[in-house]
């Protein structure tokens, strides 16, 4: 009889298994077992990490095995976020246990207890800034903001304003009111190496009192910041996605800045959406949400239009600056006039020219990394493949190399053509590095950089190509989308996009979406100064209405375009698609699993409605050929409980992995 606690525990585990496990207490555990807690247990005889959700006094199956150990001293996770895993199962596909252990660092998940930290104390210089005081726009929104919080109601609020209008300072003044309240606060961001301006902010308001998380953190880092959260020490959390799951127990506000960023998604098991996250966890906390974005998600925005977010929309850059014009040059006119293939349009030329003589700046930007993007043989038409994945090798010209981009496979660029071993091969397509040679031949007196993930790989490059430019050391930079967020230099007048098609021809239903995000974002890196700016967009499809509405800043018209071809195709925000990838190394095998699969869900499932079984448009990717099986539902929770059901007993075939992914970022 064990007096002190309870007789039995129900333990989950990271394994994909839909159930929880009792263990019986045996009174000789380290430390209490008590709800959030780990514990070491044995699962077919192999000592593993489990997590307590609830304490029983009878036992639900004959002789429950006993406890290894309980790890913990105290509990490590609220019965706040052991709830929000749970609503994460139930919105994603995954167990409860993988869900939890999503929300905790990797020595924590492996049991270790504690870590030697070597993070170096780097008293880093932040220039203290002020706050400004708020105009009526911001002051309104931060009062509603401020009432939620008193009363401890959940609200979101959509903040729906260019770049410019006062977003971030509405982000850095609710803050500021939640630790007032002594209360926590999260800040999500896509991604803080594209957003540095945004951490700086933070830091120089809130100084120590901030925990920073990013991508390529060293693990002793990510854990030390997740000790500060978890000991009081730091209130606020700037960070990805995962920056949801800090262990905060007072939480009192919740920012996603750039909501409508499809990195909110994570790609991996638990493929779950961070702005959905914050959402549902601020509401366990009757917290208010703040989602901010120039560009707002379809998703977001329609939920704004019919009442269950609050809109606020911030009409007016601070300054009055007025937004960039910005120029659509039609390509095909380029080509009807030009001899040979041109990457940089007369109009965007001239432009440059008359801008780097003036002692101005420009940025440059193209989404596509590499020199050409494809190489296609003259004769037998033959285009240079990746050996793993179905995707044209690109060439680097800098290393000399043929790259694939999703694997890095590399090989040695040929002249003559590797399958009819005749023809010329002929490179074509644009990437940033052919971008920078015809920049150094027009602008031969200019000083120019080029950022992407090639160029920028060594530590601290992508901050000293920064300063440069800031202190007029550079005139151009060209680069992919790390030039895209968050920069804002006065003297850059000029900014090109080489190609507003890149995206529109992906087949996805988001194409259209994202290729209005991306030229609003761009643009909106021009004529931050006193100087005024414009914008030179080059496209092949100046009347599709998504290029035609951005040129035009103009949201709501996209919006409503788009949301009226959305509601009749029934796509989401009206429905909500499922994406099941299988693959394997046989082809044969994922299309065979793939069309049981379908034939199954239809049989076992009523009303189930499959939208395709089809090969993937990424049809093989590191070796895998890849099919998917795409459902669409009305309501996300309900789905995920179909799925369960008829995924019961379901053979896939030996060598084929699957993978569900509840509201797909790419189809
Ligand atoms: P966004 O996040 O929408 O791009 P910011 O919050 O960064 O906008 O504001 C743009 C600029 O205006 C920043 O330099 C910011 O410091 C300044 N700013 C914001 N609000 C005010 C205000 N009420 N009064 C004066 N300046 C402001
Ligand atoms: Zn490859």
């Known amino acids: 009889m064990n007096l002190s606690g309870p007789e039995y525990v129900e333990v989950i585990t990271n394994l994909p298994v839909d159930r929880a496990f009792q263990y019986k207490v045996t009174g000789r555990e380290t430390f209490l077992p008590e709800v959030g807690k780990r514990v070491h247990i044995l699962f077919n005889n192999a000592k593993r990490v489990g997590y307590i959700v609830g304490l029983e006094d009878v036992p639900q199956v004959e002789d429950p095995r006993p406890l290894v150990d309980v790890i913990d001293e105290s509990p490590l996770f609220s019965p706040e976020m052991i709830e929000l895993a749970r609503w ?12 939890l252990e999503a929300m905790i660092p990797g020595a924590l998940k492996r049991g270790k207890t504690s870590m030697t930290t070597r993070v170096k104390e780097e008293e880093e210089t932040v220039i203290p800034t002020d706050k400004h005081d708020p105009n009526d726009e911001q002051a309104s929104v931060l009062g509603d903001i401020n009432r939620c919080m008193d009363k401890g109601i959940h609200e979101v609020f959509l903040l729906h304003g260019i770049t410019g209008s006062g977003k971030t300072e509405i982000y850095l003044q609710a803050m500021e009111s939640t630790l007032a309240k002594g209360k926590s606060g999260i800040m999500l961001v896509p991604e803080i190496s594209l ?79 961070a702005r959905e996250v914050a959402i549902e966890r601020a509401r366990i906390s009757r917290a208010p949400v703040i989602l901010g974005s120039a560009t707002p998600s379809m998703e977001s925005y329609h939920r704004a239009m019919t009442g269950e977010f609050k809109l606020v929309e911030l009409t007016q850059r601070i300054d009055e600056k007025i937004l960039p014009k910005v120029k659509l040059v039609d390509m095909r006119m380029e080509f009807e006039t030009k001899v040979g293939q041109r990457v940089i349009s007369a109009v965007m030329a001239d432009a440059l020219k008359r801008d780097i003589d003036k002692k101005q700046q420009a940025l440059i ?36 190399e043929l790259i694939c981009h999703y694997c890095n496979r590399r090989s040695k660029p040929v002249d003559i053509c590797p399958e009819c071993k005749e023809g010329q091969l002929m490179y074509r397509g644009t990437g940033t590095q052919k971008v920078e040679d015809e920049l150094r031949k027009i602008l031969p007196d200019a000083r120019i950089a080029r950022m992407d993930s090639d160029s920028m790989s060594k530590r601290g490059a992508h901050d000293k190509v920064l300063r440069a430019f800031k202190a007029h050391e550079l005139d151009v930079i060209v680069g992919t989308q790390m030039i895209a967020k968050g920069l804002d230099f006065p003297k850059v007048t000029e900014v090109g996009v080489i190609s507003a098609d890149a995206n529109l021809n992906l087949p996805d239903f988001r194409s259209g979406e994202r290729t209005f995000d991306l030229i609003t974002q761009v643009a909106g890196r021009a004529g931050r100064g006193d100087l005024g700016g414009e914008v030179i967009v080059q496209t092949f499809t100046p009347d599709h209405y998504a290029v035609a509405f951005a040129a035009k800043h103009d949201f709501h018209g996209f919006y409503e375009r788009e949301i009226n071809a959305r509601r ?28 049981k699969l379908a034939e199954t869900l239809k049989k076992k499932i009523k009303d189930i409605d499959i939208v395709g079984v089809a090969p993937s448009p990424m049809a093989k990717l590191r070796g895998y050929y890849r099919w998917n099986v795409i459902l669409r539902a009305k309501d996300r929770p309900e789905i995920v409980i179909k799925l369960r059901e008829g995924l019961k007993g379901f053979r896939k075939g030996s060598g084929v992995f699957m993978a569900v992914d509840v509201d797909p970022q790419t189809m």
């Open 568 to 595: 009749e195709l029934m796509f989401p925000p009206y429905t909500h698609f499922v994406k099941i990838t299988l693959r394997s190394r046989k082809e044969e095998n994922a299309q065979a699993s793939s069309e």
């Open 88 to 99: 994460v199962k139930d919105n994603y596909f995954c167990s409860w246990g993988e869900a």
């Open 195 to 273: 957003t540095p301006q945004t951490v700086e902010r933070f830091r120089s308001r809130f100084g120590t009192r901030v925990a920073v998380f990013h991508s390529g953190m060293l693990e002793s880092a990510r854990f030390n910041e997740w000790k500060r959260i978890k000991e009081g020490e730091a209130r606020v959390v700037v960070g990805p996605r995962s920056a949801v799951f800090s262990p905060f127990s007072d939480l009192g506000l919740v920012v996603v800045d750039e909501e409508h960023e499809p990195s909110y998604k994570q790609d991996d098991t638990p493929r779950y959406h």
């Open 365 to 400: 930007f193209l989404n596509r990394r590499g020199f050409s993007t494809s190489a296609t043989c003259r004769k037998c038409g033959y285009t240079v493949k990746c050996g793993k994945c179905d995707s044209p090798m690109v060439l680097h010209k800098e290393k000399s």
